[in-house]
């Protein structure tokens, strides 16, 4: 498209209030050539006025074009920060998630060691195996430990059996289940 050129003057005064920086990237002469960017491109029926001009680095303005101002991709800077604080926030997660997992298995724990000294009182073992674990782990994710243990006592005092836990244990489920459900 066929422009008037913006005068050297109009472009000194852009770049003396941009502090003569790129506004884009940040980078500063001597490292990089500085334009006077439009914002809203001629093509896009956009002027010369300083107010509609913004400093830019040849680099950033070449690449940029005649797209708008919210369409041009963020400066390597940016990307950096960017990617910093993903990483950050990424590892702060994984942290989170690995105190909560510490947490869950020291409660299965301490749920495991209730369970089993309904059997045997103070051995004080972990006695919950693979396919225990799992349905525990499931209870506690929606039901409170105290709540767990009640339905425990609960299943021991209907089903105290000393020999063969499996009977109580499955009671103990079904009790899990119902409150789960909201019928418990």
């Known amino acids: 498209m066929n422009r008037p050129p913006v005068s050297k003057k109009t472009r000194f005064e852009?770049?003396?209030?941009?502090?003569?920086?790129?506004q884009y990237c940040g980078r500063?002469?001597?490292?990089?050539?500085l334009h006077a960017d439009h914002i809203v491109a001629v093509a896009n029926g956009g002027d010369s006025q300083q107010s509609n001009l913004i400093t830019s680095c040849s680099e950033c303005n070449l690449g940029k074009g005649a797209r708008p101002l919210d369409q041009v991709p963020a400066s390597l800077k940016d990307q950096?920060?960017?990617k910093r604080e993903r990483a950050a926030q990424v590892e702060a997660y994984n942290q989170s998630l690995l105190e909560l997992r510490e947490a869950e298995l020291a409660t299965l724990e301490e749920l495991g060691r209730y369970?089993?000294?309904?059997?045997?009182?103070?051995?004080?073992?972990?006695?919950?195996g693979t396919a225990r674990v799992g349905s525990v782990r499931t209870f506690l994710r929606?039901?409170?430990?105290?709540?767990?243990?009640?339905?425990?006592?609960?299943?021991h005092d209907?089903?105290?059996?000393?020999?063969?836990?499996?009977?109580?244990?499955r009671y103990f489920c079904g009790i899990?289940?119902?409150k789960i459900k909201g019928n418990g």
Do not use: L
Not at 14 to 22: E, P, Q, S, T
């Open 80 to 82: 950096i920060a960017e």
């Open 14 to 22: 852009v770049f003396k209030r941009d502090a003569f920086r790129c």
């Open 176 to 178: 899990c289940w119902r």
């Open 28 to 33: 500063t002469p001597p490292v990089v050539i």
């Open 142 to 155: 929606h039901i409170a430990p105290a709540d767990i243990m009640d339905a425990m006592d609960i299943a």
């Open 158 to 169: 209907r089903f105290p059996s000393h020999n063969n836990d499996f009977r109580t244990f």
């Open 115 to 128: 369970w089993f000294n309904k059997f045997e009182i103070r051995k004080n073992k972990y006695v919950f």
